[in-house]
Antibody
Framework: EVQLVESGGGLVQPGGSLRLSCAASGFTFSNFWLSWVRQAPGKGLEWVGN????????TYGDSVKGRFTISRDNAENSLYLQINSLRAEDTAVYYC?????????WGQGTLVTVSS | DIQMTQSPSSLSASVGDRVIITCRAGQSISTYLNWYQQKPGRAPKLLIHAASSLQSGVPSRFSGSGSGTDFTLTISSLQPEDVATYYC????????FGQGTKLEIK
């Protein structure tokens, strides 16, 4: 069974940084592209970006370019999202997802709250 | 980013009604289109992939159609458990989502 478990969310002050993790199991991690998707409270889904199998090709959504960095560790079966210079509008549940072209496997999400 | 526009943004229908949600892409995306159902506090659940392929385990009252720029999600006979928000998502280039359609029971 595919499992994706996000962690690292919490309350952060504006201007701070955060690193989210997504631990994967139940599939051959290194064979799949992975994505981050976020959802602000009461709002729709927003694609943050994705990373290829080797980690050497990364694409970001237009609204998040510059402060977000996606990476992966295939030896640890883990996906990461580094967010710098956090703003109130980054408050959201952050989901990791396997192979969004197919779309069937998502984590349960981790909540990031940016507030002073 | 490829823009995805859903309509309507909200919808109220009666149990047993046929419900249609539409999604339009800003450029042709062939059939690189998924549909999701999301209930409050839950991750999105895949209903349809590649525009018209029903995900395993999803009731057959759900169906998808379209190609190019225009797509539809149809619920043939609305059930109470279908109350949710529905999203389309393109995967031709990146993975942008529509803004969502909130479906309620009348």
């Amino acid at each position: 069974e595919v499992q994706l478990v996000e962690s690292g969310g919490g309350l952060v002050q504006p201007g701070g940084s955060l690193r989210l993790s997504c631990a994967a199991s139940g599939f051959t991690f290194s064979n799949f592209w992975l994505s981050w998707v976020r959802q602000a409270p009461g709002k729709g889904l927003e694609w943050v970006g994705n990373i290829n199998t080797d980690g050497n090709y990364i694409t970001y959504g237009d609204s998040v370019k510059g402060r977000f960095t996606i990476s992966r560790d295939n030896a640890e079966n883990s996906l990461y999202l580094q967010i710098n210079s956090l703003r109130a509008e980054d408050t959201a549940v952050y989901y990791c997802a396997k192979d969004l072209r197919r779309g069937s496997d998502w984590g349960q999400g981790t909540l990031v709250t940016v507030s002073s | 980013d490829i823009q995805m526009t859903q309509s309507p943004s909200s919808l109220s229908a009666s149990v047993g009604d046929r419900v249609i949600i539409t999604c339009r892409a800003g450029q042709s995306i062939s059939t690189y289109l998924n549909w999701y159902q999301q209930k409050p506090g839950r991750a999105p659940k895949l209903l349809i992939h590649a525009a018209s392929s029903l995900q395993s385990g999803v009731p057959s009252r759900f169906s998808g159609s379209g190609s190019g720029t225009d797509f539809t999600l149809t619920i043939s006979s609305l059930q109470p458990e279908d109350v949710a928000t529905y999203y389309c998502q393109q995967s031709l280039r990146g993975h942008t989502f529509g803004q969502g359609t909130k479906l309620e029971i009348k």
